[in-house]
Each structure stands twice: as C-alpha cells, then as structure tokens.
C-alpha cells in the first residue's frame, strides 16, 4: 500500500509583505517548508513532490534533495497546483496526503493518523478539520448529518450563517490516489477568488457518492498556519514552547520560557540553566551544570560541563569544562577556551586557542593565537595580528605572564615561563624564562609643572 505526499509551495504569500517566498521564511531557524519535510520523513513515504512556482530557483534551493519538484506556472489555486503534481506522481501510490507548505506545526503522528484513517475506512478523502476559537480567514467545513463531509466553503464565498461554523479545514487531506486525480480533473473556478480551489474536490466525490470523511485533529495548535508576520510570530512562539518543553522535561532549568530562543538541533544536558534572553543556534550544544546567560547568543558552539556564558556572544567556537566566559565578551569563529579558562568582560578572541586555566580577564584582543597554559594576559593586551595585507599568529606559551596594554606584534612567540613587563611593544621573540621590555625610560622633571606655571608672560 504505497504513500505518496504532495506539498504546495508554489504561491508567493503576498500577505507576507516580503522580497521572500512564505514556505522559506523561518520558524525557530528553519525554513517552513522544511519542518515539513523533516516531519515527512518519519513517515514510510514512497515519495514527496514539492510544488513550486513563485521564486522556483530558491524555494527549489531549498528542498533540493528532499523531495521531487513539480512546476506552477501560474497559481490558479490549491487544486490547480495539486494538478501540476501529476505527472510526477507515482501510479504505486495508492493514498496521496495533499499538504500546504505554509503550516509548519503538524506533527508526523498527526498525518500518520490521517493516512491510516483514509485507508482503514478506505475513503475517497479524509480532510483534518479542528473546531477553532476564532475561524476568520479560513474554509469552512460542512457536514452531512451523518458526519461525512458535504462541502468546504472558504471565507470569501460563505454567507453570513456558513461564517458562524468553527469547524475548519486545516489544509490537509488525504486521498485514494485515484479519486483525486478524477475530481481533480473536474474542478472549476466559479467562485469569488476565481480560482480552482482544491477544497472543491470533496463535494465532487460526495456528490459521486463517494466517502469523504473529516478527521478531528487533537490538539489544535498543531495546524496554525502563516499568512501573514502575526501568524508567523504566533507559530513560532508555540514551536518555542515546544522545544522549550522538551528541555524542561530532560532535566534542563529554563527560568523564563517566553523569553529564552532555542533552535531545533541544539542539544542541552541536565542541570544547566540557561537564564533569559539567551538565543541557542544552529548546531550548538551545551554540557551539564551549565549556566547560560542572561542575554547570550551561541552559535554553531560546543559549551562543556560546568562553564558559565554570561551577556556574551559566541560563534562556532568551543568552551572547555568550567569555563567562565563574560560578562561581554565576544568569541568569533575558532575560538577554542580550554578547561576553567576565564574570558572576562569586554574580551573579543578569534581563531585562537586558550589553554587550561590561563586568564584573560578584561579588555583584551586575542586573533590568531596560541595561549598556552596557566597564562595571565593583563588588562588591555592585543595580539596585532593584521599588518593590513596578511594575517600573523601570536604564540605564548605555558606559565607566561603578559602585563597589561601589552602589544604583541605578529608573528611572535613568547616562550613558556616567560615575563611581558606592562606598556611593552613586542616585536621580536621572548624566549622560555626570559623577561622582556620594551618602552621607554620615564623622564621625571621635579617642579617642571609648578616653574611652568608661574613663567613670565611674554611682552607683545
Ligand atoms: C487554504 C484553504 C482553506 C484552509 C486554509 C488552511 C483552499 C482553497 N483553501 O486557504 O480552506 O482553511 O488553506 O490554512 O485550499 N498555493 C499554490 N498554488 C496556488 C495557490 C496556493 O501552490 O495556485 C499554495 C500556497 O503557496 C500555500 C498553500 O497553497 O502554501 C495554501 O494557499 P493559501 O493561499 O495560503 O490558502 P488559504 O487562503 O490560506
Ligand atoms: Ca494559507
């Protein structure tokens, strides 16, 4: 008993107000249409057709891969654009799920339902309906007395009376293949949108005699769809509860859900807090006994057991067991903190690794370079590491000390043991336990301010 699965794409979302197509706009950083897909894929599937049309190449981009792409040129409505899925269809298919790709909230399970009851019962059609607080915008569904499905009405064709039901279509069908690509092929367009609407095929088959069902979806939150950036905002929110929910629930202390952002592919171990206003990207995991933030963004970062980020930004960087990072520091790409190393406030290191225990306490810069371990970088060190053609590492190794507003210029070694007296420019290497110092000698004239002072004014 194959499957096939069509999901619609092809219309740009104009209520959106966007340069971008609606299916690719993001939901807790993936695209619409992706959640989709990712859901589809737990299902046993002999197949996905993505329908495109409006900005084909970068919805296509997108989905490249993951599904097979049927064209619309033009967007006639629902049911024309399930028309253009067609010829891509496979005949194996006995039961096709029809989906739009501007719901990202449904749930595998949800369709595995749907799939099963439109086979078990072996409908013509089974449509996922919820009983909505507020249905304005949406089709209406309406039954027969016996509960089958007699027609769907969309908002700009119902009369008063049809505008009072909540009951509404969700935009998910499923079909027996062959009932589809019949009523489908007796669609027409008389209606206000003149459009082909795709809801029309169930009052095709009912009235063929045919069983169309309505499937009550469970929980209602699952089926919010994006029309426009309100919409949008409130499906992200739900699927932020979602994730956050999760967390909670392995072991993870969120102390303000509402406000804490994390992505679908982080991963979070027990016992860490993560404080509010932190933002979780991309592929970043944290350890256990964590504490992350408040008002901390990491990105495509590796956090170990024990660390603390507080009011930082870090990026596709790693932190080694309790480290202490922030307040305000700034980790750019390759930025490696060993273990119980401090990253203290108004820090920014890039392309760098930092040993164990070594301390970069405040107002320093560290790009390209190889801190050993147990240093001291003082107040206000910076690695010059651009010459304004090339880039040039710093290498400092175990024990050293840096004193304070030290300039290091690359490329430079500092060896271990070694001692960078505060106010040096260093352009050459220090060797291991040597001391280096290079400023000048201060100049002190007693009594030069006061003689100053009192000079004699000058006679024009
Ligand atoms: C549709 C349903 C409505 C349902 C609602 C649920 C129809 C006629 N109406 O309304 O009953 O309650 O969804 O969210 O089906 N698309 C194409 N080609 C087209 C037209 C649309 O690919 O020619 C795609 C869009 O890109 C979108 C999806 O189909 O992803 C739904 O289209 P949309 O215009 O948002 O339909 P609604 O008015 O929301
Ligand atoms: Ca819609």
């Known amino acids: 008993m194959g499957r096939s699965a069509i999901v619609l794409a092809a219309g740009l979302g104009t209520r959106m107000k966007s340069k971008q197509h609606k299916v690719l706009h993001r939901v807790c950083g993936k695209p619409m249409i992706i959640h989709i897909l990712d859901e589809l894929a737990k299902l046993d599937l002999n197949q996905i057709i993505v329908v495109v049309g409006q900005q084909r190449e970068a919805v296509e981009a997108v989905v490249s891969g993951r599904a097979d792409i049927a064209?619309?040129?033009?967007?006639?409505?629902?049911?024309?654009?399930?028309?253009?899925?067609?010829s891509k269809l496979s005949p194996d298919a006995k039961t096709t799920v029809?989906?739009?790709?501007?719901?990202?909230?449904?749930?595998?399970?949800t369709i595995e339902r749907l799939l099963k009851e439109r086979e078990d019962r072996q409908a013509a059609a089974v449509v996922l309906t919820a009983q909505v607080k507020d249905p304005h915008g949406l089709g209406r569904v309406l039954l027969h007395s016996d509960g089958r499905v007699k027609r769907i009405v969309e908002e700009k064709d119902a009369t008063n009376e049809q505008k009072s039901i909540d009951l509404i279509?969700?935009?998910i069908y499923a079909y027996e293949t062959s009932d589809l690509v019949h009523s489908l092929s007796r669609l027409r367009q008389d209606n206000a949108q003149g459009e082909y609407y795709l809801t029309d095929t169930l009052q095709i088959l009912g009235e063929e005699q045919k069983s169309v069902f309505a499937l009550s979806v469970q929980d209602?939150?699952?089926i919010a769809s994006v029309n426009d950036r309100a919409q949008l905002a409130h499906v992200q929110q739900i699927m932020q509860r979602r994730i956050n929910r999760h967390w909670m629930l392995e072991g993870v202390t969120i102390v303000d859900p509402d406000n804490t952002y994390i992505g679908l592919d982080v991963a979070i171990g027990r016992d860490?807090?993560?404080l509010p206003g932190t933002i979780l990207q991309g592929d970043t995991e944290i350890g256990e006994d964590c504490v992350i933030g408040p008002n901390s963004r990491l990105t495509d970062s590796r956090v170990a057991d024990g660390a603390k980020v507080e009011y930082s930004?870090?990026?596709e960087s790693e932190i080694g067991d309790s480290a202490n990072v922030g307040p305000y520091a700034y980790l750019r790409p390759g930025s490696r903190i060993g273990p119980?190393?401090?990253i203290g406030d108004f820090v920014e290191i890039k392309n760098s690794s930092i040993d164990e225990e070594t301390k970069v306490s405040h107002l320093t810069y560290v790009g390209d370079a190889s801190i050993g371990k147990r240093v001291n970088l003082g107040c206000g060190v910076v690695t010059v590491n651009y010459d304004g053609q090339k880039k040039h590492r710093t290498v400092v190794g175990d024990d050293s000390f840096i004193g304070s507003n030290v300039n290091l210029i690359a490329p430079v070694s500092v060896g271990d043991g070694a001692y960078v007296v505060a106010g040096s420019t260093i352009t050459d290497e220090v060797p291991s336990d040597g001391f280096a110092i290079a400023?000048?000698?201060q100049v002190t004239k007693p009594n030069y301010v006061k003689n100053w002072k009192n000079r004699k004014p000058v006679k024009e």
């Open 169 to 171: 279509n969700t935009g």
């Open 272 to 274: 860490t807090t993560i």
């Open 98 to 109: 029809v989906l739009y790709g501007d719901a990202p909230l449904i749930r595998a399970e």
């Open 220 to 222: 209602e939150e699952e």
């Open 439 to 441: 400023r000048n000698r």
């Open 313 to 315: 930004v870090v990026i």
């Open 340 to 342: 119980r190393v401090k």
């Open 71 to 86: 064209y619309q040129a033009e967007q006639l409505g629902t049911g024309h654009a399930v028309l253009a899925a067609m």
